[in-house]
């Protein structure tokens, strides 16, 4: 998924976005598992939120995604807060990096934008070869019910001084699959310029993921809803669901 455009302005649309909720999350579950981690690959890394806070809390992060004009913004962000993370641009779909990390994230739905089965199989596949034995991988993806109940043939849309949005999410012929429809009005001097994406995302049965993670070697050990600590999910009233696993 590269977002083009939209890299420009993602921060501002996402500053209530709770990123340090992926990072306490991160921390509670390596705890919990009693992993020993150091290095961290962050794969579809963005503007890099996620891996510049992990950075600061002392781990070496190494952020990935496919969309160069995100990774510029994630530089530039990691320079001015002096945070230490390599930026690497390249599809996760189709990942090669020869290091071995002790963990492999991957959050915001970074998953659901692979809508095509086969290459989520590949993407775990990738992230379990590329973590240490007994290393961990965690991701997240949005619910079938979040897909379903709330985005599915839903209109939303912003109105502020310097940027606008109107949001179609138009369901797919598949199954919990919808195309994002958005265009942006951006302030731009005394004018605003107009710009379109189009984003589409796809989720999958909790016991779908589960199959294809143990089919690459993962233990899945634990799953969780909306941040929680507590292992449990529903699948029609939790919106995002956390897997923890473990080579």
């Known amino acids: 998924m590269s977002y083009g455009r939209f890299a420009e302005i993602y921060d501002q649309l996402m500053e209530e976005v709770p990123y340090q909720d992926w990072v306490s999350f991160t921390q509670s ?15 579809g890394a963005g503007t890099g939120e996620i891996s510049i806070r992990l950075a600061k809390e002392g ?18 962000k990691s320079t001015e807060q002096k945070a230490s993370v390599e930026w690497i641009k390249q599809d996760i779909t189709s990942l090669d990096i020869p290091i071995r990390y002790d963990m492999v994230i991957s959050y915001c739905d970074v998953i659901n934008y692979i809508t095509d089965e086969q290459q989520i199989q590949k993407t775990f596949q990738l992230a379990y070869d590329a973590v240490k034995p007994g290393g961990l991988f965690l991701f997240d993806v949005h619910s079938t019910g979040y897909i379903d109940g709330y985005l599915s043939g839903q209109t939303f849309g912003t109105v502020t001084d310097d940027i606008s949005y109107i949001w179609f ?28 994406e189009y984003h589409n995302q796809r989720t999958f049965p909790v016991s779908t993921y589960v199959a294809w ?35």
């Not at 579950?29 to 794969?43: C, E, F, H, Y």
């Not at 070496?60 to 160069?68: H, I, K, R, Y």
């Not at 993670?213 to 699948?235: K, M, N, P």
């Open 169 to 196: 999410c138009d369901e797919n012929e598949e199954d919990y699959s919808v195309t994002h429809d958005l265009t942006f009005f951006v302030k731009k001097d005394d004018l605003y310029e107009r710009f379109d």
């Open 59 to 76: 781990y070496s992060v190494t952020g990935v995604d496919l969309s160069e004009d995100m990774l510029a913004v994630a530089n530039r």
């Open 29 to 43: 579950s390596i705890r919990s598992t009693g992993a020993k981690v150091n290095r961290i690959l962050d794969l």
């Open 213 to 247: 993670l143990q089919d690459c070697g993962f233990d899945v050990l634990g799953i969780h809803s909306d941040f929680s600590q507590e292992a449990g999910y529903d699948e029609q009233e939790n919106d995002r669901i956390f897997f923890i696993c473990k080579k």
